[in-house]
T-cell receptor, first 116, second 117 residues
Framework: AQSVTQPDIHITVSEGASLELRCNYSYGATPYLFWYVQSPGQGLQLLLKYFSGDTLVQGIKGFEAEFKRSQSSFNLRKPSVHWSDAAEYFCAVGAWSGGSNYKLTFGKGTLLTVNP | SAVISQKPSRDICQRGTSLTIQCQVDSQVTMMFWYRQQPGQSLTLIATANQGSEATYESGFVIDKFPISRPNLTFSTLTVSNMSPEDSSIYLC??????????????FGSGTRLTVV
């Protein structure tokens, strides 16, 4: 079965600084990978996704992520963080289990705090 | 991508009662799911809501506790039955269209924040 690990529970950065959120996955084949953001009291919004092809994917709000098969990683990056980026970020892997049963498995999330 | 409306957005319920949460999608979708997010935790899949047949439940979740309906391709309900304080969570509806290859990640509703007292 697939699994996702987000090693950092909480990260604090200063506004304008660069950001990298780590995500490692476990799956026997090439997975479908996603990053979601959840602002306080809100549902989840899809930031970006990876299915195949170019390993560097661009998303909304200036985020990007790089798929590294050798490291089983899909880290999320942003060159300059804005105060409005403060939220919880979830990495997820989409995969099949039991034949035709496709589902998303989420990591535990990383809470991002942005200092002024 | 689809837009999901979920209601109620929040509720406070007495233990032993039941709450039905509604999920309405603005377009037909192939796949609908229900997730639970316990306080400070990640999302756990409860079940896949299948149109015209019983839902497919994940390990640890049973139909008697979380009955699900999906009468058509745009609507689903989740009932949390015989509630206890341990059921206090955010419940999220999610939907996707087409095969996984063409699926740009699921869309999520804004969630139902449930408190059981």
């Amino acid at each position: 079965a697939q699994s996702v690990t987000q090693p950092d529970i909480h990260i604090t950065v200063s506004e304008g600084a660069s950001l990298e959120l780590r995500c490692n996955y476990s799956y026997g084949a090439t997975p479908y990978l996603f990053w979601y953001v959840q602002s306080p009291g809100q549902g989840l919004q899809l930031l970006l996704k990876y299915f195949s092809g170019d390993t560097l994917v661009q998303g909304i709000k200036g985020f990007e992520a790089e798929f590294k098969r050798s490291q089983s990683s899909f880290n999320l990056r942003k060159p300059s963080v804005h105060w409005s980026d403060a939220a919880e970020y979830f990495c997820a892997v989409g995969a099949w289990s039991g034949g035709s049963n496709y589902k998303l498995t989420f990591g535990k999330g990383t809470l991002l705090t942005v200092n002024p | 991508s689809a837009v999901i409306s979920q209601k109620p957005s929040r509720d406070i319920c007495q233990r032993g009662t039941s709450l039905t949460i509604q999920c309405q999608v603005d377009s037909q979708v192939t796949m609908m799911f229900w997730y639970r997010q316990q306080p400070g935790q990640s999302l756990t899949l409860i079940a896949t809501a299948n149109q015209g047949s019983e839902a497919t439940y994940e390990s640890g979740f049973v139909i008697d506790k979380f009955p699900i309906s999906r009468p058509n391709l745009t609507f689903s309900t989740l009932t949390v039955s015989n509630m206890s304080p341990e059921d206090s969570s955010i419940y999220l509806c999610s939907a996707g269209t087409g095969t996984a290859v063409n699926n740009y990640g699921y869309t999520f509703g804004s969630g139902t924040r449930l408190t059981v007292v």
